[in-house]
């Protein structure tokens, strides 16, 4: 009788330890640097396993999107060495996510600024801000009210922005998503800490992919 007791509480012992649905499946990281071949939208990607977020998609083939990540500054990717610094959540983290999917109905940076953006900002003017960029500010009863929207000169880039709050104390900013291919669109997103290094950033992702 204690036997089984004592198995019983190993077993409940080992499934409340386990680790999430998922963890081994998909979600590990790996340093192997082997080329993985991937097509999306009939755009054809050659990446060293190392930048591939998900496990899934490291099998290559078909997909209708991939979540790649890299340190700054150089855009490296994973190693076992840095698993610390790939899997942290730090407001000074210099990891860069980024995700390329197939989106037919893509926008142009410039279009998705006017259509989606600036109907729901107190100033369509903006105004001057930090590193060269212009803000536009949300109205509060907007879907993005706890969000501040950046433009880069030119237009080429945007920066969609959380706000840092008791809640949030490592807020992003998401590089919204703009054509790279036909049918294929790119997104990225940063600390919000590293936006001063948004010329850099957009740089490295562009030379990158």
Same mark, same amino acid.
């Not at 340190?71 to 990891?95: C, Q, V, W």
């Not at 036909?182 to 850099?200: A, E, H, I, P």
């Given at each position: 009788?204690?036997?089984?007791?004592?198995?019983?509480?190993?077993?409940?012992?080992?499934?409340?330890?386990?680790?999430?649905?998922?963890?081994?499946?998909?979600?590990?990281?790996?340093?192997?640097?082997?080329?993985?071949?991937?097509?999306? +939208?009939?755009?054809?990607? +050659?990446?060293?396993?190392?930048?591939?977020?998900?496990?899934?998609?490291?099998?290559?083939?078909?997909?209708?999107?991939?979540?790649?990540?890299?340190?700054?500054?150089?855009?490296?990717?994973?190693?076992?060495?840095?698993?610390?610094?790939?899997?942290?959540?730090?407001?000074?983290?210099?990891?860069? +996510?980024?995700?390329?999917?197939?989106?037919?109905?893509?926008?142009?940076?410039?279009?998705?600024?006017?259509?989606?953006?600036?109907?729901?900002?107190?100033?369509?003017?903006?105004?001057?801000?930090?590193?060269?960029?212009?803000?536009?500010?949300?109205?509060?009863?907007?879907?993005?009210?706890?969000?501040?929207?950046?433009?880069?000169?030119?237009?080429?880039?945007?920066?969609?922005?959380?706000?840092?709050?008791?809640?949030?104390?490592?807020?992003?900013?998401?590089?919204?998503?703009?054509?790279?291919?036909?049918?294929?669109?790119?997104?990225?997103?940063?600390?919000?800490?590293?936006?001063?290094?948004?010329?850099?950033?957009?740089?490295?992702?562009?030379?990158?992919?």
């Amino acid at each position: 009788m204690m036997a089984v007791i004592a198995a019983l509480c190993g077993v409940l012992l080992l499934y409340y330890l386990r680790p999430p649905p998922g963890t081994f499946a998909d979600g590990r990281p790996t340093a192997a640097t082997r080329i993985v071949t991937l097509t999306i +939208h009939g755009l054809k990607l +050659h990446v060293p396993a190392s930048y591939i977020e998900t496990r899934a998609a490291r099998s290559g083939g078909d997909r209708d999107a991939v979540a790649l990540f890299a340190a700054l500054p150089d855009m490296r990717g994973y190693s076992d060495k840095e698993a610390a610094l790939f899997t942290g959540n730090g407001p000074d983290s210099p990891i860069v +996510h980024m995700v390329i999917r197939a989106d037919t109905n893509g926008l142009d940076i410039k279009s998705r600024l006017v259509r989606v953006y600036m109907p729901y900002v107190t100033d369509p003017k903006g105004e001057k801000a930090v590193f060269g960029l212009t803000r536009y500010a949300f109205r509060p009863d907007s879907g993005y009210g706890r969000s501040d929207l950046y433009a880069a000169p030119g237009g080429e880039n945007l920066f969609l922005c959380e706000r840092p709050a008791q809640n949030l104390p490592s807020p992003n900013c998401l590089a919204v998503d703009r054509p790279i291919a036909d049918g294929v669109s790119l997104s990225y997103r940063f600390k919000r800490r590293q936006l001063l290094r948004w010329r850099t950033i957009a740089a490295e992702v562009d030379q990158l992919v």
